[in-house]
């Protein structure tokens, strides 16, 4: 896909958790608009009759259908069920459910047993064959799909489960990465200071694991990524063998970045780098800057308006808090002066407050409860490990306030209420 198309080095989802991250996407509306905060609320909740993607595509024409998680799944318990679905998005669904969920959970290693399994730091070389998994079975369905509607148009969404928690991949994408020469994410015990209290998710730092325990937790979390990639591969070549790669555009993303050890901290649901920054690759018609690297700053809310523009769609929604990347996919250096938004809500004694991060090509700043809890400032450009907090610097006073009134402006037009 990269040598095909554009891949985007500084993609950022909207809140590292996966119902708030996918219900923005497939809505194009930012979570203080959705107003899904957690692992559990719907978003037609708050904004009922909200045309989501594939209803878009479906009022074109399109035959829409998902194959695994799109919309929020509970994982693993929910696998093999419709999950946090959306019934009007989709003309088809389908969940399958492989020997991961069904037969090998039992059989796992896990280094944090007090949390739940979809957040435990836990692990299993299976010796089952890919297509005997959840996600191989989703690459069959997916390219069964592609073949009954070869000759319409159609929207398909693939949905992996893999690299989430429980890692269960076939061995031999274990065998992939010999325990020896996985190296360990830089840590030092300050890095859990250098931010406020409010910042960090994983407490204590590496949830207590030792190094082995953490060289093992990367090496089960490579082997799922690759056993993922997999799948992927396979739906490429079935779009090569039915002759439709000329006329198919396909986005490649995940809705949210991943933590291995960076700050001590673990998965997802924080506003720092890892947590925030997502893959994303996009190729195929309209898509004229072939393998080529996107070094400016663009967010899960652009796909929205992107597919709707590259797929030519009538009666997009107005109100759609991204902005098309069909510039960037014709000229991946092209002038672009958008940032990126990227929340979280935390616990404050008896109060639910927010984090909001901004991110420029070169800076993040991030507050808490609007500052009054703390705040960050990072220069990716000298300290791309965030590791020195600017946000008290005298010297980076000016640029933390043009920071400020851009995020206030940004999530004023996205639906937050102003504060008491």
């Given at each position: 896909?990269?040598?095909?198309?554009?891949?985007?080095?500084?993609?950022?989802?909207?809140?590292?958790?996966?119902?708030?991250?996918?219900?923005?996407?497939?809505?194009?509306?930012?979570?203080?608009t959705?107003?899904?905060?957690?692992?559990s609320?719907?978003?037609?909740?708050?904004?009922?009759?909200?045309?989501?993607?594939?209803q878009?595509?479906?009022?074109?024409?399109?035959?829409?259908?998902?194959?695994?998680?799109?919309?929020?799944?509970?994982?693993?318990?929910?696998?093999?069920?419709?999950?946090?679905?959306?019934?009007?998005?989709?003309?088809?669904?389908?969940?399958?459910?492989?020997?991961?969920?069904?037969?090998e959970?039992?059989?796992?290693?896990?280094?944090?047993?007090?949390?739940?399994l979809?957040?435990?730091?836990?692990?299993?070389?299976?010796?089952?064959?890919?297509?005997?998994?959840?996600?191989?079975?989703?690459a069959?369905?997916?390219?069964?799909?592609?073949?009954?509607?070869?000759?319409?148009?159609?929207?398909?969404?693939?949905?992996?489960?893999?690299?989430?928690?429980p890692?269960?991949?076939?061995?031999?994408?274990?065998?992939?990465?010999?325990?020896?020469?996985?190296?360990?994410?830089?840590?030092?015990?300050?890095?859990?200071?250098?931010?406020?209290?409010?910042?960090?998710?994983?407490?204590?730092?590496?949830?207590g694991?030792?190094?082995?325990?953490?060289?093992?937790?990367?090496?089960?979390?490579?082997?799922?990524?690759?056993?993922?990639?997999a799948?992927?591969?396979?739906?490429?070549?079935?779009?090569?063998?039915?002759?439709?790669?000329?006329?198919?555009?396909?986005?490649?993303?995940s809705?949210?970045?991943?933590?291995l050890?960076?700050?001590?901290?673990?998965?997802?649901q924080?506003?720092?780098?890892?947590?925030?920054?997502?893959?994303?690759?996009?190729?195929?018609?309209?898509?004229?800057a072939?393998?080529?690297?996107?070094?400016?700053?663009?967010?899960?809310?652009?796909?929205?308006?992107?597919?709707?523009?590259?797929?030519?769609?009538?009666?997009?929604?107005?109100?759609?808090?991204?902005?098309?990347?069909?510039?960037l996919?014709?000229?991946?250096?092209?002038?672009?002066?958008k940032?990126?938004?990227?929340?979280?809500?935390?616990?404050?004694?008896?109060?639910?407050?927010m984090?909001?991060?901004?991110?420029?090509?070169?800076?993040?700043?991030?507050?808490?409860?609007?500052?009054?809890?703390?705040?960050?400032?990072?220069?990716y450009?000298?300290?791309p490990?965030?590791?020195?907090?600017?946000?008290?610097?005298?010297?980076?006073?000016?640029?933390?306030?043009?920071?400020?009134?851009?995020l206030?402006a940004?999530?004023?037009?996205?639906?937050?209420?102003?504060?008491?």
């Amino acid at each position: 896909m990269a040598a095909r198309g554009v891949r985007f080095d500084r993609a950022y989802c909207q809140y590292p958790l996966c119902n708030p991250s996918r219900a923005s996407l497939m809505t194009g509306l930012g979570p203080d608009t959705t107003t899904v905060y957690n692992n559990s609320r719907h978003f037609r909740e708050a904004i009922p009759d909200v045309v989501t993607l594939g209803q878009l595509f479906q009022k074109n024409g399109y035959f829409s259908a998902r194959v695994g998680k799109i919309f929020h799944y509970g994982v693993p318990a929910q696998i093999g069920t419709d999950g946090l679905d959306d019934k009007p998005t989709w003309n088809r669904v389908v969940n399958p459910c492989g020997v991961d969920h069904s037969k090998e959970e039992a059989l796992l290693t896990n280094y944090t047993p007090q949390r739940g399994l979809g957040s435990a730091v836990c692990f299993y070389a299976s010796p089952a064959q890919d297509e005997e998994h959840t996600d191989g079975m989703i690459a069959l369905e997916a390219i069964r799909l592609m073949e009954e509607h070869r000759n319409e148009p159609w929207f398909l969404a693939a949905g992996f489960y893999r690299p989430h928690v429980p890692w269960i991949a076939p061995v031999k994408y274990f065998d992939q990465y010999p325990l020896a020469r996985i190296e360990l994410i830089p840590f030092r015990e300050d890095e859990m200071r250098i931010a406020p209290e409010l910042a960090y998710f994983t407490r204590p730092a590496h949830w207590g694991m030792n190094e082995q325990q953490r060289r093992e937790a990367m090496r089960a979390y490579y082997a799922s990524i690759s056993f993922m990639d997999a799948q992927v591969g396979k739906l490429l070549e079935a779009l090569a063998r039915l002759r439709l790669e000329q006329n198919t555009v396909i986005v490649f993303w995940s809705d949210h970045g991943y933590q291995l050890g960076e700050h001590g901290q673990w998965m997802k649901q924080t506003l720092f780098e890892a947590a925030a920054r997502v893959p994303l690759m996009i190729c195929g018609p309209g898509v004229s800057a072939r393998g080529q690297l996107c070094p400016r700053t663009v967010e899960l809310l652009d796909l929205y308006p992107t597919l709707a523009e590259l797929c030519n769609l009538r009666e997009t929604p107005r109100l759609l808090h991204g902005r098309s990347l069909g510039p960037l996919l014709r000229d991946p250096k092209a002038a672009w002066n958008k940032v990126a938004v990227t929340q979280v809500q935390r616990a404050s004694g008896q109060k639910a407050v927010m984090g909001y991060t901004i991110r420029t090509e070169r800076y993040r700043y991030t507050w808490w409860d609007e500052g009054r809890l703390g705040e960050e400032l990072y220069d990716y450009q000298k300290d791309p490990r965030e590791l020195v907090n600017l946000a008290s610097s005298a010297e980076a006073a000016r640029l933390k306030k043009d920071l400020q009134q851009q995020l206030a402006a940004i999530l004023k037009a996205r639906g937050k209420k102003a504060s008491a």
